[in-house]
Structure formats: C-alpha cells, structure tokens
C-alpha cells in the first residue's frame, strides 16, 4: 500500500521516543485522554466543521460540508464528513499525529489554531480515517495498541492502563478518495454506544454556526437517507441563515482591527503572531428589522461555540483567548481588550436596530451576569449604551433626532393617548411603545427615569392649559394608580385650582350651582369634567358627583355640622344654627338618607324644647316611646314646634331618637357604646386557642343601653329592632353573640336576673343546674337563654360558673350530663386559668368535699373495687379532668398488684364464646391468653378483673372477660356485648343472627 505521507516514518519515530522514555508515552496517553473527556468531550461536529472551513479557506473557495451517518449492516453505522477545499498534506498528517501542534499557525484566517481538535472523533470512533484527494491516513486503538505490546518497556504501563492507548499518535496509510466533489472526508466507524448521541447531535445541528464559520458556505445533513441542507448568505449588515425552509435573518455588527503585540506577550508562542480580530455580534431579527432574541442558553463563540456563559439575548463570535481547556476564556490583557472592542461593536448593533422598543431586550440587566467574562461584557456594554444616542422622542416636534438615555424619559404607562397629551409638556419623552413593562428592567439600567403617575401630576402642577385640555389629561390617566395621583390639579368652576381631586364636586346638569356658595364647596369647571373618562378617573380619586346625597357627605358639609354645637355654644361663629340647620335637613330630605347612614350628622344643633341647642343624636322626638323607658333626664328632647316643620324620618336621619338607635362600625374600637371592648374581648375568647387576631365584619350595636330603668317595657323594643342588631357575629368560621344579645345576657334585665345564668324553658340538660328563664316568648327568642351544655361551655365565664353550680348540694344534675360534663368542662376550660370547685359531683344528686373526704377520678375501671373513695366521671378524660378538678387519679392511689395464683391458663381464642367475641371486635381472631383465678387477688382484696401486658387475669365471671377483652381491644363500650357472649356460649349462632338484623 502506498504511503505518501510516510506514516510508517512517523510511527518509527514515535514509537522510538516511547521506548526510550516509556513516560513519554503515559504522557501523550494523558494528554489525549484528557482532550477527550475534556475540552473535546462533545465537539465532534463543530471540529468537524471548523477544519471544513479551514480547508476551504486555505484554498479559496466556498466551503461545503457533507456529513452523513451510514448504516454499514449488523447494527454498525459510520459517519463520513466530506469537505472541499485544500486536500490532506504531510503538514496536515502530522498535526493530525501530534499534540498541540496545529499546521494552520500560519495561517491568520483559520479558525482552528490549538492542533488538538480532531481529538473529537476519539469520543465516538477507535478507527478514525482521513480520505483525500492527495492520499489518506487511518489511526486504529487496536493497531496502536499492538505496536505498543511489542515494546517491552511499555507493557508495564500498558498494562496498568488496561490497554488504552494515545490513539492518534501512530498514523497508517489508508486507501481510498473522498466522495466526488470533495477534496477530504473524514471516516468514523462509531464505537457502540456512541451511535445514539451522534444522531441526536447531526438532528440538532444549527445552522447558526455557520455564522462564526464565513469559510463555509453550507452544511448537508444526512440520516436516515434525509438531507436537511444548512446556508449561510452575508449581505452585511444582514446575514440569512437557512435550515431546510426556514430561513432566519440576523442583524450584524462586526469590528476587525489588530491588537498590540505587548498585549499578547503573556499568551502561549504560537498565538502572539495572530493579532488580528474580528469581533461580530449577531441576533435575528423579523421582516420589520427588529431583534427577535434568540431564546435558549447562550455562550461565546470563541469562534465556535464554548462554555463561557453570556446573560447578553445575542451571539458574540470574538477571538477571546482560552483556558487550556479550550472551553472557558483566559483572563488578561487580551481579554480585556476584546470586551472593550465587544462593547463597541454592541453599541453599534443597538444603535442600526429600528427604533423599536424591541430593542430593550438586548440591553443588559444589572446583576444578572452569568459569569466574569459576562459580567465584564455588561457592564462595559451598559457604559457604550448610556453614552450613545439612540432613543427616540415620542414629541413630533423633536423630529427624529435620537437621544441619550440619560436626557429620556418614559411614563409608567405604555397607552398612546397618555404620551399624545403629555408630549409637549415632558421633555425627552419616549414614545408609548417604549413604556411597556417588559422593558421597564433595561430602562432602569440605562438610567432612563421612568416617570409615574405621581411625577406626571407635579409636571402639570402650576400649568396654565384651557379646559379641554385638562379633559384630555384626565380620560388619558384614567385607569391609573389613585394612590398617586391624590394631588392632580382640577380647575374649578371659580377660577381657582384645587390641588388634588379629593372632595371636588362634579357638577350634574340638574345642580343649581349658583345656591351652593353658602357652603363654601369646591365645583369643578364643568368643560374640564364633562368626557366620561374624566369623570371617572377624578370619582376615583375622591371627586364626587355633586348630587345631594353627595354634597351632603362633603368634608366641609360634615365639618360644619360637627362644629354647629360648639359654634352656637362659643360664639366664633357668625352663622344663623338655624338656617345651617335648614339646609342640612333640605339635604337629608332630597338625599333619602336613612338612620345610621351618616353618624356624624347626629352632630347637627337642634333647638331643644328648653330653648338651648343640642346635638341631634342626643334628643328625643316629643313622645317618642324610648323616653318612657329612659332615666329621667337622661336625654334632651326636640323643640315641639321646630319637630312639627319636617318629617320625622328627615329628623331620624340626622339622629333624633324615636326608639332605640342602632351604631354601626368596622371594629369595636369604633363602637360607640357601653362595653364594647369588654364585649370584644368576651368574644376574642371564645375563638379557638392561638388563633390569630380575628378580621372582624362589619358590627352593629345599640346604644344608651346603660340609660334604661325600663326593663319590662324596654325588652319589647328591643324586640322589634331588625335583624342586623340580633345577628350573631361570624369571626373566622365562629359564631359568637353579637352586642346586643351579649349586653342583655350579661346584665340583670329578666326580672333583675341575668339571661345567661337561666336556662332555656324546657331545657333536659341543665335541668336541675339552672333555674328556667320566664318571660315573653319572642323576648326570649331573642335572648336565647342556653338549652344544652354546649351553649354554656361556648363562653368561658359561663364555663366557669357551671363548674361551680355542679358543686352546689343545692343543685341535681341529669345521670346522662353527669357521665360526660367534666370531661366537656376540661375541654372547653383548657388553657383558662380556672380555680379548682371546692366541691365536686360524684352523683346526680350528691356532691363531695375533697377537703373531708376521699375523692378520686377512675382512670382506671379494674381498681373501682380498691378505690375506697367517692369517684368522678371522667367521661373518657381522666387526665384533664383530674387536673381540672386537682383531684388524684385512682392508679395514682392503688398501687395494688395481683398475688393470687391462676388455676388455669388458657388463649382468648379458647374460651367459650371467643367466636362471637372476635365477630363483635370486628377481628378474625382473638389473640393473647387470660387466666382464670377463684378467687382472683389485688392488694389483698377480691377483685373480678385485672389487666396484663400479655396475660389478662380474671375471676371467671362472664362479666369479667367481657371488661377484661374490651379493655384489652380499646373497644371499651362492647364489655357488655363481649360479657354476652362469654356468658351464653350456646347462643352464640342466635345471638349472632340477632346482631345481624341491624
């Protein structure tokens, strides 16, 4: 076989240096390998491809690449890379042959320039082949490896590698030309395992590369017998990258130049002579020639791609020097450089974009580098982008001179209409577009102030514009931030500006304008206010519709009706009280307003029947039937004649007292009424332990409770007050008594006797515990004494007091309140600090003093016989309950043990009646034993049943297994069940069918 390029030299001689020096050979292996797993790892296209534009570089001509995975039969496949351009030569074989040692460092254009890429193949080929019009070389792992086992210095190291090899350092000559049409291709029979990844990557292949690859002008891909065809056409500053159909265009900004030579003296020999750069950044861009970021991680292109992150939505293709492991940019002087160049030719990109609010995309955002390197680029990119002028103006009397960021300015809104209205009046403004949030980040980094709302009104602050215009203004701004725009001017209808929209008045077409001047109010200009979307936004920012009900609510309105008493008492005011009385009521009247709906109005003066003033929230209608049930004096009463001139309603509108008046408010702090906190924090208890401070909803109370010496007459009136001020109030899921029902239960007014310490009539529970409430039915309706033990134990204080009726000798209990109640207590008083009733009930009708006698709580049934004390229910919380009580457990009081001998010993499952047993618990099987003893011994004493970890004792009885089975199930309601069927074994199967009936 031929061998034009002494292959066989190149392989004497390496192998001669091996054998001389076996650590030479583990040093080229290293090497290799660490090419292969590292820098080279995943790169085996992109080599490819960057020695096909190499080649056609060296030549002349326009570079095409074919690469084509094969299938060669038994599940092999083969990847053949064909290129034109400049054929293999000696030079070439012996870069392939070596480390490090590029051929093409001569050569400025060329992209590759390390001599270690076409470690790539190793990653998915051991019989890498090289085909060319001038000849072709091979390298195989096996040959390599055999040459090697012939030296004998290296079997050692060979064998301590388990046989890997340096594969590309020993060439053979191969046969074969490349395809027609191509001057090389490059052979790679994949090694197993590798087939997957291979395809993957020529399906995933961009055509994008071509961009940092002018050498080539396309790229085929073939799998499968497919072609997908890869182009790349530059028409600067435009290039069209086509896959298949599809054709991107990206925008380019490129800048070329050379570098000073003390600039490089820090990097390796064989780079100080490549000086020259050309620096390109590129992004896709749409038919309107606005950029269209590329989506996905993006890295530099240094020029093909490398691992160095970049934030920057655009392709940078730059000659940054690289680490040794050729991903990852070496800093120094060179990098430095580059990034100033990079940024320069950034600023040229942004500034030939449309003047597009796209544009912000590419602009880096602050504190959002992906690494140094990126870091580096961003900042000196922010710098260019600030200094340059490439914003436009959204003013057509600017013309379409660009500005500077720092002389922009944009509104935090991106609508058309505000931009149009303000234009003229904000200096630098950009257009709408430019306002859109998305772009908000990038603004703020290139130091555009972004104007809100509030800056838009201290702009207009003090400019003199005609009404229509103020109109426009407003309908622009309608839908913005209110809380910022509480000082927008508004011209008003008397020549005067209000400085912010809160309480102007918005004149309707019915409103007599010209009679409203006594008032002293704010009316806007009728021609500023009259578009819709101006009225809207200023009745969102305070302003108001001036109709009665709405000039009636004005702050100055109120302020006059608060101060009318005090004006009429101190005399600082010249006003007539009687014709501000006049108007108020006027008001009221054509308002329809109803009780309640103003509170402060009840601060009106009125005329009292003694000839003084008063506040009209604390008179009484002349023979109003709440003044019959009052405190003599408790209350002034309106002047008959001046309550003869106006409706009665008008007067109950403003406060005036005919029957009980309701107080509304959304806290209780607000509440206006006796005991309101005392009432809020009786309802605060009542909500679970640890919750949080409750939210409340909107309360209603009833005032001058505390006046009434009326009761029997004063409850009927009550009575008939609506819903809202019996509802009960609803705190996170809870309802609690509302005031009112609260105050009348908590105080003396059922014939001097508070309804919460009565009981409901009719009431079983607390029969014998509480004492009926009597009175009118619909009263008691509406106080709802408590019925059940839950309502009692609802509240605290009233938990607390059945805690102590239940130790009154004086007092019955029913046995089924009984067995439970202080269990119910325990629960309801956990967490209060409740002292210990010195009297405790251990029966119905029987209580205990443990101060003078024996009082336990049985915790445990088995020592009911050895107790020797008075026992409490515990209701199946003896623990709780014994504290509640602070009595002692009974287990803490017997501390018996059995010292009787069994006279059997036998399994549950063996006694008679286990099989009914076992189908009561629900369970296949009874486990454990139990034994019999006659009699059975606890502390001495006879007893029927005593628990055991493993065995249960018992003294036979059927009553017994049933407890002593139940207990040991934790089914202890079924004892007597479990005694059944212990006790009627014959039975069993009736007994059996009669539980099946339910």
């Known amino acids: 076989m031929a061998d034009p390029f002494d292959t066989a030299g190149l392989r004497r001689r390496v192998l001669a240096v091996w054998t001389d020096s076996p650590a030479r050979f583990r040093e080229d292996a290293n090497a290799e390998e660490d090419l292969v797993r590292g820098g080279y790892r995943d790169r085996l296209l992109v080599e490819l491809a960057q020695n096909a534009a190499d080649a056609a570089l060296r030549a002349g001509v326009p570079g095409r690449l074919r690469l084509e995975l094969a299938d060669v039969g038994g599940g092999a496949e083969v990847l053949h890379a064909a290129n034109t351009g400049a054929p293999l030569d000696a030079a070439g074989v012996t870069g392939l042959a070596t480390l490090r040692a590029s051929a093409k460092r001569d050569e400025v254009r060329s992209v590759g320039r390390f001599g270690v890429g076409f470690a790539a193949v190793l990653a998915v080929s051991d019989e890498p082949a090289v085909h060319s019009t001038t000849g072709g070389v091979r390298f195989s792992a096996a040959h390599t490896r055999a040459e090697v086992a012939d030296v004998p210095a290296l079997a050692a190291e060979l064998s301590r590698r388990d046989g890997a090899v340096p ?131 993006q890295v530099l292109h240094a020029p093909t791609p490398s691992d160095e992150p970049l934030s ?47 544009v912000l ?117 309608d839908g913005a931030d209110r809380e910022e725009l509480g000082a927008l001017p508004v011209p008003l209808a008397d020549g005067r500006t209000a400085s912010g929209p809160a ?14 001047g006594p008032l002293h109010l704010r009316v806007a200009e009728p021609a500023a206010v009259a578009p819709p979307a101006a009225r809207r936004l200023l009745e969102r920012l305070g302003a108001r519709p001036a109709t009665a009900a709405v000039v009636l609510a004005d702050p100055a309105v109120q302020a006059a009706v608060e101060e009318s008493v005090d004006a009429v008492e101190e005399g600082w005011d010249d006003g007539d009280p009687a014709a501000l009385a006049q108007a ?51 209350l002034g009463t309106l002047d008959p004649d001046f309550a003869a001139e106006h409706d009665p309603a008008v007067l109950g509108a403003v406060g005036v007292l005919a029957d009980f008046a309701l107080v509304r408010a959304e806290d209780p702090d607000d509440l206006d009424v006796d005991a309101a906190g005392e009432w809020a924090d009786t309802v605060a208890d009542r909500l679970p332990p640890g919750a949080p401070p409750p939210s409340w909803p909107p309360l209603t109370a009833v005032r001058d409770l505390e006046l009434v010496a009326d009761w029997g007459r004063a409850l009927p009136l009550l009575t008939a007050l609506p819903e809202e001020a019996w509802a009960d109030v609803v705190l996170d899921g809870v309802p609690v008594p509302g005031y009112l029902r609260w105050w009348l239960s908590t105080h ?131 623990g709780p309950v014994a504290d509640l009580l602070d009595l002692p457990l009974a287990s803490e009081r017997v501390p018996a043990v059995v010292t009787s001998t069994p006279v059997r010993r036998q399994p549950w499952a063996a006694v008679p009646g286990a099989d009914l047993a076992a189908t009561r618990l629900g369970v296949p099987e009874l486990t454990g034993e139990v034994a019999v003893h006659e009699p059975l ?22 009553a017994a297994l049933g407890r002593a089975l139940a207990w040991r199930a934790g089914a202890w309601p079924l004892r007597q069940a479990l005694a059944e069927a212990f006790a009627e074994p014959a039975r069993s199967a009736d007994l059996a069918a009669e539980d099946a009936v339910g």
């Not at 920057?312 to 020097?321: E, K, N, S, T, Y």
């Open 503 to 516: 309480g102007v008045l918005l004149p309707a077409d019915d409103l007599p304008v010209d009679r409203l």
């Open 937 to 958: 011994l606890a502390g001495g004493r006879a007893v029927p049943w005593w628990p055991g970890e493993a065995v249960d004792c018992v003294d036979g009885s059927p």
């Open 584 to 634: 108020v009521l006027a008001l009221v009247a054509a308002a329809g307003t109803v009780p309640g709906e103003l509170p402060w109005l009840a601060e009106l003066a009125l005329p009292d029947a003694d000839g003084a003033w008063a506040p009209a929230g604390e008179l009484l209608l002349p023979g109003a039937p709440l003044a019959a049930v009052l405190e003599d004096g408790a």
């Open 167 to 297: 594969v590309l350092r020993l060439p053979w000559p191969a046969e074969g030309p490349p395809p027609a049409g191509y001057a090389t291709e490059v052979v790679l029979p994949l090694r197993a395992g590798s087939r997957a990844a291979v395809r993957a990557a020529l399906e995933q292949l961009e055509a994008e590369l071509l961009l940092a690859l002018p050498g080539l002008a396309e790229v085929e891909v073939v799998v499968d017998g497919t072609a997908r065809l890869l182009t790349c056409t530059a028409e600067p500053p435009l290039a069209r990258v086509r896959d298949g159909e599809r054709t991107t265009t990206w925008r380019l900004a490129t800048r070329s130049g050379e570098l000073p030579a003390e600039l490089l003296a820090d990097r390796p020999v064989e780079e100080r002579a490549r000086r020259g750069y050309t620096v390109t950044w590129a992004v896709p861009v749409d038919d309107d020639g606005r950029p269209v970021p590329p989506a996905g991680r």
């Open 748 to 878: 003396p007014v059922l014939d001097g006797r508070r309804p919460d310490r009565l009981c409901a009539p009719g009431s079983r529970e607390l029969q014998g515990l509480y004492d009926p409430a009597t009175g009118p039915e619909a009263v008691l309706e509406r106080l709802r004494p408590p019925a059940t033990v839950d309502d009692v134990l609802a509240d605290p204080d009233a938990a607390i007091d059945l805690l102590e009726r239940l130790g009154d000798p004086a007092r019955t209990v029913p046995a089924p309140v009984l067995r439970t109640v202080y269990a119910r207590l325990a629960r309801a008083l956990d967490g209060v600090d409740a002292e210990p009733p010195p009297r405790v009930r251990v029966t119905p009708d029987r209580v205990a003093d443990p101060a003078r006698e024996a009082v336990v709580v049985l915790d445990a049934p088995w020592l009911q016989p050895l107790a020797d004390a008075l026992l409490v229910p515990a209701g199946g919380a003896p």
């Open 361 to 477: 995309a590419l602009v880096p955002r602050i504190g959002l580098a992906a690494a140094e390197l990126d870091a580096a680029l961003g900042s000196a990119v922010l710098d260019r982008l600030r200094a340059a002028a490439w914003l436009p103006a959204a003013d057509p009397e600017e013309g379409p001179v660009r500005q500077a960021p720092a002389q922009a300015v944009v509104l935090d809104d991106d609508r058309e209409e505000p931009v149009a209205v303000l234009a003229g009046v904000l200096p630098g403004l950009l257009p709408a577009g430019w306002s859109r949030r998305d772009g908000a980040p990038a603004l703020a980094a290139l130091g555009v102030r972004r104007l809100g709302p509030a800056a838009v009104v201290e702009a207009v602050t003090g400019i003199s514009r005609p009404p229509q215009w103020w109109a426009r203004l407003y309908a622009a701004l």
């Open 312 to 358: 920057l939505p655009v392709r940078l293709i730059a000659p940054f020097p690289l680490g040794p492991d050729r991903r990852h940019v070496a800093p120094g002087p060179v990098t430095d450089a580059l990034v100033a160049v990079a940024a320069d030719a950034y600023a040229d990109l942004v500034t030939g974009l449309a003047g597009d609010p796209a």
